[in-house]
């Protein structure tokens, strides 16, 4: 049986062992049907037979396209960030274009050079999920590749975005807790050079004005997205900081980590302190007490932008989906009688 010297297979090893000339598996491995039927069936054969895999990246170029689309994520294992990557990831599945991923880590230059890779591997459209690269540049990455931007409004290249429902979706936070009674309200936030954490807090003022109440500047504590910053956060105000009934934290995580440091000073969620997060994240509802937060179609949102880019790259754009967030309830609020 004859087998390739070389652990690849090319299409050479299949034209040799089905007899056949090489163009003639190039136009069975491409569908094309001007094939005689015995040649075709020798070429599937010895495809089968030499377990054999197209170069998705080379077959692509020899048509003008790498059928790959760059995706450039900040911090990886964000469990958000980790839902919208699974709804491209089973929107993609099957599908004519295959990922390649970066890590942006929220750091400008590093986001460049992503970009600047995936441009070098001539990928066919780009993804990028939040990030800090000026609007201006994106502007100039729309006008050289179909381009989409996760999470940021950018008026000069509206069309490209999918943006998120954070001020809407932290009014809604901050106006549930003031109808449960509170009025003490403690908004830890993300990193505020970021756009999600600026307008979660833009929607927890415009909720807090909207009721007649005053922002204590001390109500409001930067975090950073983290666990950690949540138990730190929660230390300094049970220490320092002022009078609290309720948190309103600017994603799951800092509540997560909030709450730990609530248990372990003994003060009870929600009989003491009410809390409510962001995003939903799939542990939130296995806390004790289960985390009322407001939750994204995170998995939709990842299935919208793959269909929208690959729509791009097709030159048939779609128009952009309104995503709206949703007030979870759950058992972590009480009512201030």
């Known amino acids: 049986m004859f087998m390739p010297k070389e652990e690849t297979v090319t299409i050479h090893d299949i034209a040799k062992m089905a ?39 080379a ?12 995706i450039i994520t900040q911090y990886i294992s964000s469990p958000f960030f980790d839902m919208i990557l699974r709804g491209i990831l089973d929107e993609m599945m099957g599908g004519d274009y ?12 590093r986001e460049r050079r992503s970009v600047e890779m995936f441009f070098d591997r001539r990928v066919d459209g780009l993804i990028i999920l939040g990030g800090v690269l000026p ?47 509170h009025r003490s ?5 993300g990193i505020l050079a970021h756009e999600d954490a600026k307008q979660r807090l833009a929607g927890y003022r415009a909720a807090m004005y909207d009721a007649d109440l005053d922002i ?3 109500f409001i504590v930067e975090g950073d997205f983290s666990e ?16 609290f009934t309720a948190v309103f934290a600017g994603n799951d995580q800092m509540a997560m980590g909030f709450r730990l440091t609530l248990y372990r000073r003994g003060i009870r969620v929600p009989e003491d302190v009410s809390l409510i997060g962001f995003d939903d994240q799939p542990a939130s509802a296995f806390l004790t007490p289960p985390l009322t937060t407001i939750g994204q179609p995170a998995l939709e949102i990842g299935r919208s932008a793959a269909r929208r880019i690959v729509a791009r790259i097709l030159d048939q754009p779609e128009p ?16 201030i009688h």
């Open 98 to 109: 295959h990922p390649l991923f970066a890590d942006g880590q929220w750091q400008e230059g």
């Open 216 to 218: 204590d500047d001390r």
């Open 135 to 181: 609007e201006e540049e994106l502007a100039a990455i729309a006008r050289r590749m179909p381009l989409l931007v996760i999470g940021r409004d950018l008026k000069s290249i509206e069309e490209n975005c999918i943006p998120l429902d954070d001020f809407n979706g932290a009014y809604r936070a901050t106006e549930h807790l003031i109808q449960q009674g």
């Open 59 to 70: 077959s692509g170029l020899a048509g003008g396209k790498s059928k790959t689309i760059g």
């Open 19 to 57: 007899g056949v000339s090489i163009s003639t598996v190039s136009r069975v491995l491409n569908d094309n049907k001007a094939v005689r039927e015995t040649s075709r069936l020798a070429v599937l054969d010895a495809v089968k037979e030499l377990n054999y895999q197209p170069n998705i990246f």
């Open 228 to 243: 950690q910053s949540g138990v730190m956060a929660a230390e300094k105000l049970i220490h320092s900081g002022p009078m």
């Open 185 to 189: 309200i403690i908004h830890l936030t």
């Open 320 to 335: 952009v989906e309104p995503f709206r967030a949703e007030l979870i309830v759950r058992k972590s609020v009480s009512r």
